[in-house]
């Protein structure tokens, strides 16, 4: 940890928060740009009450809060807020500079949870079933698409596959997800057979492009990694192609993973380890997508289902 200034100046504080998170924690550029704006927000607040950081107390923070929400701030994104503010205050604690964690009990507004939109199975069916011509560019959106279905990545992890962390013959890749940590993604028979016929493009792709092979599994037409954006507008422009109704994200594929294996019987431990959650309770919210399906074999197999009642009284 980098030592600590010998002043009161919030916004100092703050730069060496990120220092650590970035030095130590090894957080992405992209966690870092966003507590960086929250917390220099909040110091150009502080700063206005002429409070010094030491002193801020939980008044002060609930008082930030409700300001927040009466700006127009929806719960979430305020709940963002705290959630950065709770990092530099128990770094703070642990650092020995202030006494006590003034965002230790403080609450932020209840946030809606919100049901993540999936695909049913006959929407994967044609969104993988599409045709994809011969080229390098096709095989690879193909690939694409398979192993974020088959493993339920993220798009982040998906555009930092590299070759080495392949295993074809095994069904796995290793992709390091949140806070730089990895873990083992399992890929189906369709993605290894994807893959696999993705490969000999990959090469043909960098003798055209004369590049050097520099590991990356995903490249774009001119033999370069293939960014997380370019994998997003992929997944978006391949889904209109097929007809889908809805616009469709990487992400909608990660959650139509979780929720068609939990319709299968999976365990949400095992569902989660695949999604890399380091909180049970994040998997949890699958359930109430799932919820649907327990209540069509309910109703079929209950002898109180609604089916049942229907087909008892002669109802339509």
Not at 44 to 59: H, Y
Not at 228 to 251: E, I, K, S, Y
């Amino acid at each position: 940890m980098p030592p600590l200034l010998h002043c009161y100046n919030v916004t100092d504080l703050v730069d060496q928060y990120l220092h650590w998170l970035r030095s130590e924690r090894r957080k992405s550029a992209a966690t870092l740009r966003a507590y960086g704006s929250d917390l220099r927000a909040f110091a150009g607040w502080l700063g206005s009450l002429d409070t010094p950081v030491e002193q801020t107390t939980r008044s002060h923070l609930r008082r930030y809060l409700v300001e927040l929400e009466q700006q127009g701030l929806v719960a979430t994104s305020v709940q963002r807020k705290l959630a950065s503010l709770r990092g530099l205050f128990g770094w703070l604690r642990e650092a020995g500079r202030i006494d006590q964690d003034p965002a230790k009990l403080v609450k932020g507004p209840k946030a809606p949870r919100r049901v993540p939109h999936f695909l049913t199975t006959a929407q994967v069916d044609l969104l993988l079933g599409q045709p994809f011509d011969e080229s390098p560019q096709g095989q690879r959106d193909r690939a694409i698409l398979e192993v974020l279905y088959s493993s339920g990545c993220r798009v982040s992890e998906c555009a930092g596959m590299r070759l080495s962390d392949l295993d074809l013959d095994e069904g796995i890749v290793r992709v390091l997800g949140k806070g730089q940590k990895e873990r083992l993604a399992l890929l189906g028979r369709p993605a290894r057979e994807a893959v696999a016929a993705w490969l000999p493009a990959r090469r043909r792709l960098l003798q055209d492009a004369r590049r050097s092979d520099g590991g990356d599994l995903w490249l774009n037409r001119y033999g370069r990694r293939l960014s997380a954006r370019w994998v997003f507008q992929t997944v978006v422009d391949r889904a209109a192609a097929a007809g889908l109704p809805t616009v469709l994200t990487p992400h909608g594929l990660r959650h139509s993973f979780a929720t068609h294996l939990l319709d299968r019987g999976a365990d949400l431990r095992t569902v989660q380890e695949l999604l890399g959650h380091a909180r049970l309770v994040t998997t949890e919210i699958y359930t109430h997508v799932s919820i649907g399906r327990l209540r069509d074999v309910y109703d079929h197999a209950h002898p109180q289902g609604r089916d049942r009642n229907a087909a008892a009284d002669g109802s339509p």
